[in-house]
């Protein structure tokens, strides 16, 4: 098991700081994807069935 980037010593330069949580932030999802994926979506799903079978029974509205 490889260690995480932050178990070093204890006495560590700013620079190598900087760099361990860059690779951690690099780890996680951006912050921009978790907010497409926690939106609301503009059309329900039942909804795009219904309009998948009317245009499908070649109905306009």
């Known amino acids: ?5 932050l178990d070093r010593p204890k006495i560590m330069s700013n620079a190598l ?4 949580v860059a690779i951690q932030r690099k ?3 951006r912050t921009a994807s978790l907010a497409l994926q926690r ?7 039942v909804g795009r069935a219904r ?4 245009i ?3 109905v306009s509205d």
């Not at 700081?17 to 361990?20: D, E, F, I, N, V």
């Not at 939106?39 to 799903?45: D, E, I, N, W």
């Not at 309009?51 to 009317?54: A, D, F, I, N, P």
């Open 17 to 20: 700081l900087r760099h361990a």
């Open 1 to 5: 098991m490889t260690k995480h980037v």
């Open 27 to 29: 780890a996680l999802p």
């Open 51 to 54: 309009q998948y079978l009317r």
């Open 39 to 45: 939106r609301r979506r503009k059309v329900a799903v």
């Open 56 to 58: 499908d029974r070649h």
